[in-house]
């Protein structure tokens, strides 16, 4: 066991390592967030509000008819029920933009997600997951009117840090396998107590499988978050700059949730 053990640290950390030198494109999202394969209680039914705004962002769309990123607010509020100690299933409804340039407010479609977990994750060293997310999308959002999302989920409580690493693949039902979008994501954090948290996080979006996306067309974010827990609240806020051209240079992120 113990050398199973080493075995799962180190393609872990050669994983993480990889994705933080990796170039990457980030792309205008409902969801900044990493998952940690934590889900609700069975029976227990939690509310999560997602919100993100963009000071500093891209001054052009992402597709014709999109919207632009720049000084845009956008969010989510994200239902979630425990059904076992191993299955959450969700619902985000509405996904909606407070603001965006041309536009104002705006509703931009809804998803449900499928969150399979390895049982109390928190009480393990090595912990993952499978998350499954099946989108509509309004047109301004997305220029796919179905999508879906593939997120493994792989981590380590190292007490008192914390590595996280979400591989994504998000599929547009066209050409198959090879078209799925890498978009990974990655969390290192540094818990303080019980409570209180320090991250740093990585987010990227490097193309389809089957030709990945030109450098100078890729972006990258790296985020700096601080999480407070709490039964009443528990609350993830944090900042994220751009490392490439093709990155929004700044965008802040707000995260309240509890259970109801």
Known sequence: MK?????????????????????????????????????AEPGVVNLMLHNNFTPSGQKTPAFPGGLIPDRSDNGALEWAYGVTDWFEAGLYMPLYSFYSKGRGATINGGKIRMLFVKPHADDHTFFYGMNFEFSYNAKHWDPDRFTSEIRPIIGLHLHPIDIIVNPILDNSYKGGFKSLDFAPSMRVAYNFSSDWAGAIEEYADMGELRQLLPRAEQSHQLWAVVDRGSKVLAIEAGIGFGLTSASDKVTLKLMLSRDI
Do not use: H, K, N, S
Not at 13 to 21: K, P
């Open 3 to 39: 050398f199973l053990r080493r075995i799962d640290v180190r393609a872990l950390l050669i994983m993480t390592i990889a994705l933080v030198l990796a170039p990457a494109a980030f792309a205008q999202t409902d969801e900044i967030q990493v998952y940690d394969a934590v889900i």
